[in-house]
T-cell receptor, first 112, second 114 residues
């Protein structure tokens, strides 16, 4: 079983829709949770970063972590064609190695 | 503006060749990483380094080695390239310290082994 599971999609939505992207994880030691966005033929870029449980909002994006159910979510409001990309969730614990464990990524297409 | 650069965007090599992938960061970061990215598998960690001349194996180190002689440069070496090493290779770097910080990624090298 992979430590971070993510539905690969693809997910296709009309412009203006609310998008929900989800991951589950199995390692109880994970404390740091990130969402990266990757455009075609580019490296991933950090979109959201949360520590422990709770919500974090940044403009149209909200990241949510529920440590009790080991569930990570990213919500995109008023989605735009420019949001079309692959979204990767990632987790890490401070103890042990410092590298991130990534989900497989969800490809999102926002139709104009 | 933070920057991670990789030596090549696209590379085509033959089976059995020795392949060098280079990564340079200009942010004075202590930690550097090499991942490979394959469809349906996401990013998988090959090797990482937390200091000059220090390295640790990731999840899939077989067939790879690394070198970090200077803080800003982290090289990935395929000793004898094989077709199953055809992939997108991504380098990343981050600061050290007591928290897990954002990793900054390079643009990737798409390697094809024939």
């Amino acid at each position: 079983q992979k430590e971070v599971e993510q539905d690969p999609g693809p997910l296709s939505v009309p412009e203006g829709a609310i998008v929900s992207l989800n991951c589950t994880y199995s390692n109880s030691a994970f404390q740091y949770f990130m969402w990266y966005r990757q455009y075609s033929r580019k490296g991933p870029e950090l979109l959201m970063y949360t520590y422990s449980s709770g919500n974090k909002e940044d403009g149209r994006f909200t990241a949510q972590v529920d440590k009790s159910s080991k569930y990570i979510s990213l919500f995109i409001r008023d989605s735009q064609p420019s949001d079309s990309a692959t979204y990767l969730c990632a987790s890490s614990s401070y103890t042990g190695r410092r590298a991130l464990t990534f989900g497989s990524g969800t490809r999102l297409q926002v139709q104009p | 503006d933070v920057k991670v650069t990789q030596s090549s965007r696209y590379l085509v090599k033959r089976t059995g060749e020795k392949v060098f992938l280079e990564c340079v960061q200009d942010m004075d970061h202590e930690n550097m990483f090499w991942y490979r990215q394959d469809p349906g598998l996401g990013l998988r960690l090959i090797y990482f380094s937390y200091d000059v001349k220090m390295k640790e194996k990731g999840d899939i180190p077989e067939g790879y080695s690394v070198s970090r002689e200077k803080k800003e440069r982290f090289s990935l070496i395929l000793e004898s390239a094989s077709t199953n090493q055809t992939s997108m290779y991504l380098c990343a770097s981050t600061t050290g310290g007591r928290v897990v910080n954002e990793q900054f990624f390079g643009p990737g090298t798409r390697l094809t082994v024939l």
